[in-house]
């Protein structure tokens, strides 16, 4: 019997589980190197490659989430506000994007890594000089994020996630896991609205996809658990060389 016809889907669920084990460990879904890797290796253009990223994306940050929550258990009350907000940014971007030419938002796509990797290493650095505690996030700027979540989750698929994880602990001295705990609180609902949308523009490959899901569905969850065995120094560090590793990467392709 040929099974040749089967290698290419073992591949897709090999690399689904390898973008899942960094996407726990990040909280980012495995998104933020599916995108280029969609786009380099399978030749995707933008909008294909977001949209399909997407299908293993979407519940890859479900599942980060439960585990973040079993570990840190988020005021979903506080979160839910900020939810309804970022779904709505979401639907608006992600109608957007749909319309924008792909070479444009590849390269809108790449600078925005770069600009947030050499930022939040810059403030980074800065912060651990200084040292920054805890302190509550007042609720117009929950408000605010989740607006900004949203509308970066529909432009770019993750950058919400870029944008909350970071704020939160810069801003707010909010430990990194449990920033990525609540960024993907945020971003869950707006993933599946964000797909829906690429789906009906017709930016889905539907067979890359559900491989990528199954591959990341089984390794997400021992994402989340190493993200746990390292110390919130070398965590924000690995984030911020992966923001930039990606977007100049992007721009080179």
Not at 10 to 37: E, K, N, Q, R, T
Not at 92 to 97: E, N
Not at 181 to 186: E, Q
């Amino acid at each position: 019997m040929d099974v040749s016809f089967l290698l290419p889907v073992l591949a897709d669920v090999l690399l689904g589980i390898v973008l899942g084990l960094v996407g726990g460990m990040l909280g980012i879904g495995g998104g933020l190197i599916a995108i280029p890797i969609l786009g380099y290796l399978y030749g995707m253009d933008q909008h294909l490659a977001q949209g399909t990223a997407l299908v293993m994306i979407a519940p890859n940050l479900l599942v980060g989430f439960l585990r973040y929550h079993q570990r840190h258990r988020i005021d979903l009350r506080a979160v839910a506000a900020m939810s309804a907000l970022s779904m709505l940014a979401t639907f608006v971007a992600a109608r957007f994007a749909a319309r924008i030419p792909a070479p444009q938002l590849h390269v809108a796509f790449a600078a925005f890594l770069i600009v947030l990797g050499v930022y939040f290493m810059w403030e980074f650095r800065a912060r651990a000089r200084v040292g920054a505690a805890e302190r509550p996030v007042p609720a117009k700027a929950l408000a605010l994020l989740g607006i900004i979540c949203g509308a970066m989750s529909g432009l770019f698929t993750i950058g919400g996630v870029l944008i909350v994880v970071p704020a939160l602990v810069t801003l707010y001295g909010m430990k990194q896991t449990r920033a990525q705990g609540v960024a993907l609180a945020l971003v869950v609902p707006g993933a599946f609205i964000a797909l829906g949308t690429y789906a009906h523009a017709g930016h889905v490959d539907w067979r890359v996809g559900v491989a990528l899901a199954a591959g990341g569905l089984a390794s997400v969850s021992a994402g989340v658990a190493l993200a746990h065995r390292f110390s919130p120094l070398a965590l924000r560090a690995a984030f911020c060389a992966v923001l930039l590793a990606a977007g100049v990467g992007m721009l080179l392709t």
